[in-house]
């Protein structure tokens, strides 16, 4: 059974930083992983899959990369704002969706 | 892609009592789920709606918990029956369009409270 796991599971940085969030997955006969951004109380808004033959993918100022072999893929955001407080989800999608627990940022003024 | 929207957005509903949320979809789509959200938590499916037939639950749902409709590709509704506190929650439709990419879509989700 596939696990998805996020770490961290919350992460706190001031305005303008780089980060990068973590995600993992113990099988990786994956067909895709999608990356969600939620708001407090609202639905998923998605912000990038990649395809499984696919390494990275790119929005904006997002960008998320996908290595199936390590069973790993990282969400980066760069410079940083105050809108992107949220809570980031990726899930691993082979026979069905898995979700990992999330990783809420907050990003300081 | 698919926009989807849901009815009712939240609501405050009574133990015993029953809710019926809806889920509609702006385009036909290959598969219709449910999720729910329980408070701080990631999302569990509760079951995959078919289209003409009945439900897919996942361990630890039932049918008669939870019964869900699918009448057409762009339309499902999933009821939450006698309702206790511990069914508070967020409840999320999804879709996916099962051609491509296999991009997988959310309803804004409705919050339900049980007093």
């Known amino acids: 059974k596939q696990e998805v796991t996020q770490i961290p599971a919350a992460l706190s940085v001031p305005e303008g930083e780089n980060l990068v969030l973590n995600c993992s997955f113990t099988?990786?006969?994956?067909?895709?992983l999608q990356w969600f951004r939620q708001d407090p109380g609202k639905g998923l808004t998605s912000l990038l899959l990649?395809?499984?033959?696919?390494r990275e993918q790119t929005s904006g100022r997002l960008n998320a990369s996908l290595d199936k072999s390590s069973g790993r893929s990282t969400l980066y955001i760069a410079a940083s704002q105050p809108g992107d407080s949220a809570t980031y989800l990726c899930?691993?999608?082979?026979?069905?969706?898995?979700f990992g627990a999330g990783t809420r940022l907050t990003v300081k003024p | 892609s698919a926009v989807i929207s849901q009815k009712p957005s939240r609501d405050i509903c009574q133990r015993g009592t029953s809710l019926t949320i809806q889920c509609q979809v702006d385009?036909?789509?290959?598969?219709m789920f449910w999720y729910r959200q329980q408070p701080g938590q990631s999302l569990t499916l509760i079951a995959t709606?078919?289209?003409?037939?009945?439900?897919?639950?996942e361990s630890g749902f039932v049918i008669d918990k939870f019964p869900i409709s699918r009448p057409n590709l762009t339309f499902s509704t999933l009821t939450v029956s006698n309702m206790s506190p511990e069914d508070s929650s967020i409840y999320l439709c999804?879709?996916?369009?099962?051609?491509?990419?296999?991009?997988?879509?959310f309803g804004p989700g409705t919050r339900l409270t049980v007093t």
């Open positions: 990649i395809q499984s033959s696919q």
């Open positions: 899930a691993a999608y082979n026979n069905d969706m898995r």
């Open positions: 999804s879709a996916r369009t099962g051609r491509g990419s296999y991009e997988q879509y």
């Open positions: 099988d990786s006969a994956i067909y895709n």
């Open positions: 709606a078919n289209q003409g037939s009945e439900a897919t639950y």
């Open positions: 385009s036909q789509v290959t598969m």
